[in-house]
Every structure is written in C-alpha cells, then in structure tokens.
C-alpha cells in the first residue's frame, strides 16, 4: 500500500502525536526526492530499527547556492511513493516550502569548522542550508532516530554535530554508501547525466579506489593527487573541485592512509557534480 502523504505540519504533528502516545519510536529519512536504491537503504534500515518511519520529500531552495542546479533538481514524487511501497514506511512527509519557512522565517542554524572545507568551500552556503532544514526536519519530526547515508558524509557528521550541539534528542545514523555495478554512487544528481555522460562517470570511483590502494601500499596523497586529478580530467570530467585525504572524525588533511583516513572526491561532469568519498 502507498504511504499516506502528509504536506502541512499540523497532520504531521497529529499523526505523530498518537505514535508517541502509544510509546512507539520514530525513524525519520529525510530526503530532496528522486529516490534511489540509496535512499531506499535508508528507509529499509529506519524500517528494521522503528517502529514507525517517515520519510521527507523537500528540496530545499537554501542549500542551492546556484539557481540553475535547484531549477533541474529531479522532481518524481509520484514514483517516489511507489517505490517506497514494498518498504512498507508509515508516512510521507511532503511539505510546502511555507511548512518550513513560513512568512519572515529568519533563522540559520550554521556549523562552523566540519564546513570549511570540501564541499563547504566549493558550495558557499550549502552546509548552512542544509542544517537550518535538517534541524526542522528533525523537531517538526520529533524523531528518535534519523538515517543518512555515508554517500554525504561530510554532510552526515556536519547533522550529528548539529544535533549534539543543539540538544535534539535524536540518533542520527550513517548507512554505507550502494553502488551501481560500475562502481558509481548512485545519486539523484546521476539521473542528469546523458547516456555518454554516463558512461564516464565510474571513473571517479575507479580512480578513487586506485588512489586507495596506493595510500595502503605506504604513497602520499602530495604525490598521489596530480595523477589521479589528470586521470580525472583524461576521461572527460571538466573540473575536479577536490580530490583529498582527510580525517573522517574531524576532517583535517591528512598525507598518509591511517586509522579514519577517508578519500573524498568531487567532480564536474558536462554540468552535472558528482561526489564521492571511501575509507582508506
Ligand atoms: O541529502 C539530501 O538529500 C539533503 O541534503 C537533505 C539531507 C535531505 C537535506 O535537504
């Protein structure tokens, strides 16, 4: 059965309030849509952890920082529901863009530190977006846990700090990143890529897992990066915004493979920007 779709807070909140009378837990995914076997691992680990899930629908404007980007961000609700069906989740959250930022909305909640870097740098208020919506996604929800996957995973520690920060009685939980079987993440941003586009696109991972097993074999990633960005950039990606090594509790640089070392990569391809990340 589809999942009731639910788009102004006030249902969400009497729908939820009788979950909670009755002593149930709560696992939220917040999602922008476009849902892929991705988001559905999501959904199947809230399912196999609460007893009831949720799963929200928005994209939200004040993470673009390019018009154009938000204006193409894949729009399919209705197949989106669909393919939450075999999941079995309790309720779709999909609020209009007033359920979260009503009239004179004015607040940012902004973590500093863990969004200098990566795509913080290259994306200048992304992270600020993200965790002002993730913050009210979080208390409009009033979840127990939450499910993100390690695909954003500077976007998964950039949460659990907000949360922590702000005192959100919430577990936020990291799912391991799935894969098409050419190694490319799956994302939605992948259903923007032309069918030669696409092609090309395993090549991140590929290099990415080239890089990793050179790191392990005792290189440096000073040595190891000019090679792997122009391997990059050979196969026809147009831009690398970051090809790097960096601590995954805290994401300093590092140089050399070691405990939490995790590779992260960005890339430009015929427009569309492709992110990765492993542990090495
Ligand atoms: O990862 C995403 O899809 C979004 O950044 C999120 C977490 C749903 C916030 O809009």
Redesign the pocket.
Known sequence: MIAPIVRTLGELRARTGVWRKAGETVGVV???GALHQGHLSLARAARARCDRVIV?I?V?PK?FNDPKDLENYPRTEEDDARKLESIGVDLIYVPGPDQIYPYGFATTVSVSGLTDMLCGESRPGHFDG?AT??AKLFTQTAADFAF?GEK?FQ?LQVVRRMAVDLDIPIEVIGCPTIREEDGLAMSSRNLLLSDRSRVKAPVLAEVMEDVRAALRAGGRMSELGPDAEARILAAGFNKVDYLELRDGRDLGLLDEAGEDARLFAAAWLAGVRLIDNIGV
């Open positions: 917040p999602t922008m929200t928005f939200n993470q993200v919506v993730v993100f954003d976007q």
